[in-house]
């Protein structure tokens, strides 16, 4: 069973980068989709981005364009760039795996972009 570590949360001032980083203990080579998500106080969870096995990914509206989601087999990682942050990104960050029938969940990691 695949089980998710997350890194690379912190404090960055808006207009700064974060890459997080969601390691699986085992080969994520047969996970058809992984993905972020987001969580900000009071707000309900949402979908940030998505990537499939073949390397398709799509993005929420509010991130196209500054987020890149994209994933290492070899490291059996999967990343997600964070440019030109803004305050309103900061929230708890948490990546998943899509394993049928399973999903797994990271415990997730904080995002504070200050203004």
């Known amino acids: 069973q695949v089980q998710l570590v997350e890194s690379g949360g912190g404090l960055v001032q808006a207009g700064g980068s974060l890459r997080l980083s969601c390691a699986a203990s085992?080969?994520?080579?047969?996970?058809?989709?992984m993905a972020w998500y987001r969580q900000a106080p009071g707000k309900q969870r949402e979908l940030v981005a998505t990537i499939t096995s073949g390397g398709s990914t799509n993005y929420a509206d509010s991130v196209k364009g500054r987020f890149t989601i994209s994933r290492d087999n070899a490291k059996n990682t999967v990343y997600l760039q964070m440019n030109s942050l803004k305050p309103e990104d900061t929230a708890v960050y948490y990546c998943?795996?899509?394993?049928?029938?399973?999903?797994?969940w990271g415990q997730g990691t904080q995002v504070t972009v200050s203004s």
């Open positions: 085992g080969s994520i080579l047969s996970i058809n989709v």
């Open positions: 998943q795996a899509r394993v049928a029938p399973v999903t797994l």
